[in-house]
Every structure is written in C-alpha cells, then in structure tokens.
C-alpha cells in the first residue's frame, strides 16, 4: 500500500538527515502543482555523499512500501532526481544546488517546518 504524501514527506526527510544532508528543505507544492504534493531539497558536500543521501532516501521509500517510479543522475552525483510519486526528491552537490537554486524557481511554494 503507497504511503500518504505527508508520511513519505517524513521518511524521505528522517533518510536525508541521517546521512547527513545538508540544507534539507521541503516545500508544499498541494496549491502550486500539479506535479506533486512536495518538492524535497537538499545537498550533500562530495558526490559520495550525495550518493549516499540518494541510496538512503531511495531505501527507506522502498522499505515503507513506496515504489521508486525514478531516479536521475546518480552516475555524476550532482543532481541526483528521485521521483517518488508525491514526492520529488532533489539531492544536489552543494555547488550545483546554488548554481541551479530551484526553491527560487518554486518561490510560490511555502516552506514545510519539521519539528
């Protein structure tokens, strides 16, 4: 049974913040996109760390019954794309995350605070 978009949320966020991610930013996407329910962003200091990031992320959807339905980049590490269904996940290098800053791109999402 897929997760419901918010408990995803939690999990995609607890796997980033457990290999260390940094920068870790959700944004709601529910009244801007139809694209999906939210964008996760965050960024790692090396590309084995990206990597890492990625694997854990894409580890812990799975173990939680959610299907990985794609997942970009992780031959370069800079921008690794994990898409998740309502969940997007971006794991960037931290020199492509402020060369591409997409929470600009997106400034009409707010902003998710975790507790």
Known sequence: MAL???ELLQITVAAAEDKKAVRVVALNLKE???VAD???ICSGNSDTQVQAIATE?????EKNGNRVRGIEGV???????I?????????????ERDYYNIERL????KVVEFA
């Open 83 to 95: 898409d998740l269904g309502d969940v997007i996940v971006h794991v960037f290098h931290r020199d």
């Open 32 to 34: 801007v996109s139809l």
């Open 4 to 6: 419901h978009s918010d």
């Open 57 to 61: 992320i894409k580890k812990q959807a």
């Open 106 to 109: 997106w400034s009409d999402a």
């Open 38 to 40: 939210y964008f996760v």
């Open 75 to 81: 031959d370069s590490a800079r921008w690794i794309l």
